[in-house]
């Protein structure tokens, strides 16, 4: 079976730091370009970043850039999301997010920075 176990969420004050990572199985993790998305309460899914799986090639969201950091070890098919200089509008459920032939997605793992 396919799954993509998000874990590291939790709850953070302003201006503090977060690591997420997301362990993936059950396809060729070193394959896929692999993300990061957010969905906060009453708006849409939002993407954050992505890292290739060619050359490692990094984007960001502009809501991201500057403050977020993605990498991958496709030794351990883990992508890890880390975050700095969080703010309360950071809030969201964050998702894993696998593409290559096929979409897959994690469960999610919710953030919460209190102001």
């Known amino acids: 079976d396919v799954q993509l176990q998000a874990s590291g969420g939790g709850l953070v004050q302003t201006g503090g730091s977060l690591t997420l990572s997301c362990v993936a199985s059950?396809?060729?993790?070193?394959?896929?370009?692999v993300g990061w998305f957010r969905q906060a309460p009453g708006k849409e899914r939002e993407g954050l970043a992505c890292?290739?799986?060619?050359?490692?090639?990094?984007d960001f969201s502009e809501s991201a850039k500057g403050r977020f950091t993605i990498s991958r070890d496709n030794d351990k098919n883990t992508v890890y999301l880390q975050m700095h200089s969080l703010k309360p509008e950071d809030t969201a459920i964050y998702y894993c997010h696998a593409k290559d032939l096929w979409d897959y997605w994690g469960q999610g793992t919710l953030v919460t920075v209190s102001s």
């Open positions: 059950g396809f060729t993790f070193d394959d896929y370009v």
């Open positions: 890292i290739s799986d060619i050359d490692g090639t990094t």
